[in-house]
């Protein structure tokens, strides 16, 4: 199953030299974990402050690892000291209904009928 992790997070104003450069040694790290296949980090245009990271991963539990590494916490905590807001995390899952709901993620809705 593929998992795509969408990441949120808004950069204080003068802080970007160094959130880029701890965001960069995370990415690192990152990419020497199991089942981490690629990542991006966009910023917005109409405010580059605010910052959008996709990582693609193998499985869910890949990204669950990772995310509860204590080294990822480590930096994690740093860039959160150089946010406005807490990081949103919003991991996707690319499969069939039953496959996701075997990692954990409910079916959809039935139509019920009335």
Not at 45 to 62: G, P, Q, R
Not at 74 to 87: F, K, S, V
């Amino acid at each position: 199953m593929l998992v795509k992790v969408i990441i949120k997070r808004d950069v204080t104003e003068n802080m970007e030299k160094d959130f880029f450069s701890q965001l960069k040694n995370l990415r690192f790290k990152a990419m020497d974990q199991k089942g981490y296949i690629s990542g991006e980090t966009l910023l917005c245009a109409k405010n580059t402050n605010k910052v959008l990271v996709i990582s693609k991963w193998e499985t869910l539990e890949d990204w669950n690892n990772w995310k509860f590494n204590e080294k990822r916490m480590e930096i994690d905590a740093i860039l959160n000291e150089l946010q406005d807001n807490p990081t949103i995390y919003e991991p996707y899952v690319f499969s069939k209904y039953r496959a996701a709901a075997e990692q954990g993620f409910p079916l959809p809705l039935q139509d019920q009928q009335l």
